[in-house]
């Protein structure tokens, strides 16, 4: 049941799903982090379909090698067993150790692009810290209508319940609402990006609630409520220990809750993490700052989440389709820029 140029592989005690794609060795390596019970074959399709109207064509383009990640969820063919105490950590550890294995195997920089989509946006700073410990990083990790490690954005996922096998249930959750954001970006692009059928079939599947933005864990055959732990898993308060941050919305009411909240919600991490890693740290320095380059520094900083945030047309799913996946490749590039740009602005005024 596997798809052309997928494996399966083990790394932190778990099985995953893995595709990579190689490309130019001066181009960083790009790697897709999927969301909520949602293989992330969604950045790549499936045989037969058109390439072109998913990302990882248009990554290769550019240059760029791709890795693709998706940790074991209720799949049929893919994963044959639950593991529904998986949790933020276990993931993150596994997608570092898969990283830095390719990266290893295939003499790319030691510094990736992330692109955490959905619920992923919750990896980006346990990825970081886990990268680090295999001497590898994250230049870049781009939240895709992701959930952040604020506490409580996405109340919804709170009346999930556990399946037979343990795992979070998305039929009769969200999995409507994904059929919806499909069926929109279907339409937008004039045919068929993506089946929903096959979709749902092939891509889709329950998974460990541990990883939901809902705090819940798995114990004792019920989800219960861990906000503490959660908090610590996810880095809430852990500034510093995030890599640099972008964002990548929509304006589509049918995600309203992304396109409302995701510009202040990870503005927050985007400004407190540049503050923590390039001010902060330097508190002689800040002190000795002129007038003049203090209201520089002011003008900076106020204006970095802004610069580094952008809207895109479509939904949820804003990458299907071959102008949305264009598009996204295109944006990455102009927020990869722009973050060097705001690093450097503040860096210089801070000397």
Same mark, same amino acid.
């Given at each position: 049941?596997?798809?052309?140029?997928?494996?399966?592989?083990?790394?932190?005690? $778990?099985?995953?799903?893995?595709?990579?794609?190689?490309?130019?060795? %001066?181009?960083?390596?790009?790697?897709?982090?999927?969301?909520?019970?949602?293989?992330?074959?969604?950045?790549?399709?499936?045989?037969?379909?058109?390439?072109? %109207?998913?990302?990882?064509?248009?990554?290769?383009?550019?240059?760029?090698?791709?890795?693709?990640?998706? $940790?074991?969820?209720?799949?049929?063919?893919?994963?044959?067993?639950?593991?529904?105490?998986?949790?933020?950590? %276990?993931?993150?550890?596994?997608?570092?150790?898969?990283?830095?294995?390719?990266?290893?195997?295939?003499?790319?920089?030691?510094?990736?692009?992330?692109?955490?989509?959905?619920?992923?946006?919750?990896?980006?700073?346990?990825?970081?810290?886990?990268?680090?410990?295999?001497?590898?990083?994250?230049?870049?990790?781009?939240?895709?209508?992701?959930?952040?490690?604020?506490?409580?954005?996405?109340?919804?996922?709170?009346?999930?319940?556990?399946?037979?096998?343990?795992?979070?249930?998305?039929?009769?959750?969200?999995?409507?609402?994904?059929?919806?954001?499909?069926?929109?970006?279907?339409?937008?692009?004039?045919?068929?990006?993506?089946?929903?059928?096959?979709?749902?079939?092939?891509?889709?599947?329950?998974?460990?609630?541990?990883?939901?933005?809902?705090?819940?864990?798995?114990?004792?055959?019920?989800?219960?409520?861990?906000?503490?732990?959660?908090?610590?898993?996810?880095?809430?308060?852990?500034?510093?220990?995030?890599?640099?941050?972008?964002?990548?919305?929509?304006?589509?009411?049918?995600?309203?809750?992304?396109?409302?909240?995701?510009?202040?919600?990870?503005?927050?991490?985007?400004?407190?993490?540049?503050?923590?890693?390039?001010?902060?740290?330097?508190?002689?320095?800040?002190?000795?700052?002129?007038?003049?380059?203090?209201?520089?520094?002011?003008?900076?900083?106020?204006?970095?989440?802004?610069?580094?945030?952008?809207?895109?047309?479509?939904?949820?799913?804003?990458?299907?389709?071959?102008?949305?996946?264009?598009?996204?490749?295109?944006?990455?590039?102009?927020?990869?820029?722009?973050?060097?740009?705001?690093?450097?602005?503040?860096?210089?005024?801070? %000397?």
């Amino acid at each position: 049941m596997l798809y052309p140029g997928e494996e399966l592989t083990q790394a932190a005690g $778990y099985p995953a799903l893995v595709r990579f794609e190689p490309g130019r060795p %001066d181009h960083p390596l790009v790697v897709f982090v999927t969301g909520g019970g949602v293989l992330g074959r969604i950045a790549y399709g499936p045989p037969g379909g058109r390439a072109t %109207d998913f990302l990882c064509h248009w990554l290769h383009e550019d240059g760029f090698p791709s890795l693709v990640l998706s $940790y074991p969820i209720d799949s049929r063919g893919v994963f044959d067993t639950a593991f529904p105490l998986f949790s933020v950590t %276990d993931w993150a550890e596994q997608s570092a150790e898969i990283i830095a294995r390719h990266m290893d195997r295939n003499g790319l920089p030691a510094n990736a692009i992330v692109l955490g989509w959905s619920m992923a946006g919750r990896i980006a700073e346990p990825l970081h810290v886990a990268l680090r410990g295999r001497g590898k990083g994250i230049e870049l990790f781009i939240a895709m209508a992701a959930a952040s490690a604020l506490p409580h954005t996405l109340p919804g996922l709170d009346h999930m319940k556990p399946a037979a096998n343990g795992l979070a249930a998305i039929r009769g959750a969200y999995l409507d609402w994904l059929l919806r954001c499909l069926a929109d970006q279907n339409a937008a692009a004039g045919h068929a990006v993506l089946d929903a059928d096959l979709f749902a079939r092939e891509m889709t599947g329950d998974f460990p609630v541990g990883l939901a933005a809902s705090a819940m864990r798995y114990r004792d055959g019920a989800f219960v409520p861990d906000p503490a732990g959660d908090a610590r898993e996810v880095g809430t308060a852990q500034y510093r220990a995030f890599p640099p941050l972008a964002l990548m919305t929509h304006a589509s009411a049918i995600d309203a809750r992304h396109a409302l909240t995701d510009r202040s919600t990870w503005g927050v991490y985007i400004t407190l993490r540049l503050c923590e890693g390039l001010v902060f740290s330097q508190a002689d320095k800040l002190a000795a700052l002129p007038d003049e380059k203090w209201a520089l520094l002011v003008e900076q900083v106020g204006h970095a989440a802004q610069r580094l945030s952008t809207t895109l047309p479509g939904n949820h799913m804003f990458f299907l389709g071959e102008e949305g996946a264009r598009r996204t490749v295109q944006t990455l590039k102009q927020l990869r820029r722009t973050a060097s740009d705001v690093a450097g602005e503040i860096s210089v005024l801070m %000397d």
